[in-house]
Every structure is written in structure tokens, then in C-alpha cells.
């Protein structure tokens, strides 16, 4: 296909107003749903890996408009009764199914490209840390849109009517949303989360052979080479099926144009993983430690390391002031994934971070920083619920004071704080002595997740 082709193509085809108004409506879905990168670390602006998953999961929608504007492209010889004239023609049918499909399909990847290349310049903004293993993401995002297109048209063409290209949007849509049921984060916000399997009534691993993809939740999460690779096939596979269809000319030839679409999808399912700790693995190049003295972060957070230097080093003394030998010696960013609701790393050498905790992502100031440093250290949390009120008053014993650590505004933060004060005045009322006692078995009960560290901070029993 030459650009005059292309260029001719362009012209009178859809494609250019399907790319802008599919291009700019996901880029509002983005902007408005998307995360602000000043607070959410896994927010679409914040990292590429995050700016690949999440331009990803917009195909939810994205898809079933490309398939349904290829539909409609799809009638266009139907509508103008050329189908005799074109069929006795000398052009083969595949010379202008390429043409046609390629050119819609080089429109919306384009957009596509457009989409990633306006959250990219935000991107590099918002972090240090470049690196390209987010680019496959992003072309398989980009290849589904542009085989979503041409298999609509291909729909369209062997399904000539009016209902053709709604039905089809509806369908992809279903198709979409049945597939994202088989994986189902168990919350949302920064916490967190695993894919719960069985989930809906296909087999795990077809949902990987949707389009979309659940939003991220953790910066330092990809998605495996088996899933790329499976994906990768599954879509050419349909864009085959698309091609197909476009160039057939007889019931037989159609039926026979499915064969791809379906043996592609029995080889995906046979690469693609079925558990999601092959689906989403630890990114290590992303993962690997960057280390200031003692305090030390992934490098994917190294532009963190400056800020969170000064007031980990002043944690750090003011903890080994008060535990003495039991003091951690270090503070290192957790790099263990943990699913939700699972019982967390925990450590007894060093002082364990996360910067999607609140106590950190709230933190305005050093103060607050070394407070939130202290009750992470004192009070290591089990779970991704946190225990605010304990860190609160373990940070403020060490500080000698009573403050709140920052954290979301809501009536969860209202009740900690009340917990928090009424144990503080408990606290305090102690002799020295019984304080740290107190302040011991509440470090107790935080690794050993068996009791509340604030039931034993106040005397309290298990739960």
C-alpha cells in the first residue's frame, strides 16, 4: 500500500474521526479517573510502567468503539451497491481489503500512539526513572485497537444491515466486561490486591484475552513475557480473521476466515499463565536498591531517596535512643507483593516502607516524615489495613507529644484518632517504666499479628 493509496483511503473513510473521538475521550477518562501523580504513586502520569497499564485498561471502552466504527466502515460498499461492480473488477479482493483495513488500522493506532504520547510528556515530568519495558504494553494496547478495527470491518462487510454496527459495539462490550470478571481486584484505591480466580464462568486465563486490563495498583508490577506474548498472538490473530473477512467472497470463504481467530485463541490460552503471580511479576529492574547511608529505596523512587534521607537518619537515632539494641538499623522500600488481605513483610532489622501507605503518601513535611518513619518502626503493619492509632502513639511516645499521623480525611481517620487519643491519656498516665513495657508489647503484637497492636498498647485482649 503506497501513501497515495493511504492519503486517498484516509479521506474517505471514518478512520480519522473514529481515532480523534476515541483518541480524546479516553484522554478525559484518563484525566479524570486516571489518579493525581502528587498522591497516587501508581497513577497513569506517574510511571510508564503505570502509563502503559492504564492506557491499557481503557480499552475496555476503546475496543468495542473501534469494532463498532469498523462495522460501519465495513458497510460502506453495501451502501453505495457496488458489490457486483467491484466483484468483477481486476484489483483482488485482498489488494483492497488491505487497503482499506490498513488504512483504518494505521488511523486508530495512531491515536493510540497520540494517547501514551500525551500522558508520556507528563511522565517525564513527574519521575527521574526512564526505561522502555513498558513499550511491548503499549503496542499490543495499540495493535488491539487497530485489529478491533479492521475485524468490525469485516463484520461489517459479511453482515451488511443498519444493526450491524451497534450490535457489534454491544457485543465487544459484553465480551470486554465478561472477560474482566474472571479477574476481580478484591479493593480498589492504593491498597493492595490480588486476582481472585473462578471468578466468573470462563476459565481464568481468558481474561487475559480481553483487550483491557485491570488499572494498576502497584508501581512495581508488569506484566509477564507470557502474557505479552499470548496477547500478541491473539491479536494478530484477529487482525487475520478481520483481513479475512474483508476479502471474502463467498459463505465458505467466510466461514473459513474464522479459522484463525480460533486457532489463534487456542494458542494464546495455552501460553497465557493462569495464576496471577505469573500474570503481574516484580518488575527487578525496577525494584533494584538505591541507598543513601541507611536508608535506601527502589529505583524506580530514587527521586524519593533526597527527601526521605534527612528524616530516616533522624528516625532512626531517635528509635535507637529508645529500644537500644532492638532498634532497626535501616529503612528499605518494600519490594514484596503481597496479596490483599495476606499477611505482610515484616522486619526486625530494618523499617519497612511502602510510599502507597498513607501515613507516607500524607506526609507534608519531615516531621511528618520521621513521625510516620517511627510508627512504621514501632508498629509494623500486618495487612494492608493500617494501624494508625498505634503508630500515632508509638511515634508520639518516642517524640514526646501527642500528634495525629496525616492521613485521608473520612470516618476512619476520625475513629483512629479518637482510639489514638484515649490510649495516649492511658499512656501517659503510666509510670516510665510501664510506658515502655506498654510500648513493647504493642511492637510484640505487631509482628506477631495476633493481637491489636492498640488492645496492647491499652491493656487490652485479643481480638
Partial sequence: MNGRILRIETRRSLAPWAGSGIAGSTLVFLFLLGGDPTEDPSAWTAQWTSLA????????YAWPLAMGAGALQGLRDSRSKMPELLSSTPRPAWHRAASLGGTTAAVLASAFALLVLAGGVQVL??????????VPISLVGAL???AGAVLGMGIGRSLPSVFTPPAVVMAAFLLCQLLLMQSVPLASGVAKWKEVTGAGPLPSRAALLSPAIREPRETLLTLSPAVQAGQTLWVIALAATGLALLAAASRRARLL????ALAGAVIALLILPSESDRTYVLDKAAARKVCDGAVCVTAARQARLAGLAGPGEKALGLLKDALGSRAPAGIRERTTITPYLEKRERSREDILIDFDDEVIRYAKSDEDL???LLGLGLAPQCTAFGVLDAQSVASSWVMGNFRMLPSAPGLAADMDEKNARAAWKKLAALPKAEQRERIDAMHAAAFSCETDPIEALTGGGSR
Fill in 53 to 60: 497499564l492504564w492506557t491499557r485498561g481503557v480499552l475496555f
Fill in 125 to 134: 515530568a513527574n519521575t527521574e526513572y526512564t526505561h522502555f519495558r513498558w
Fill in 144 to 146: 488491539f485497537l487497530a
Fill in 257 to 260: 476466515a474464522l479459522v484463525p
Fill in 370 to 372: 520521621t513521625r510516620a
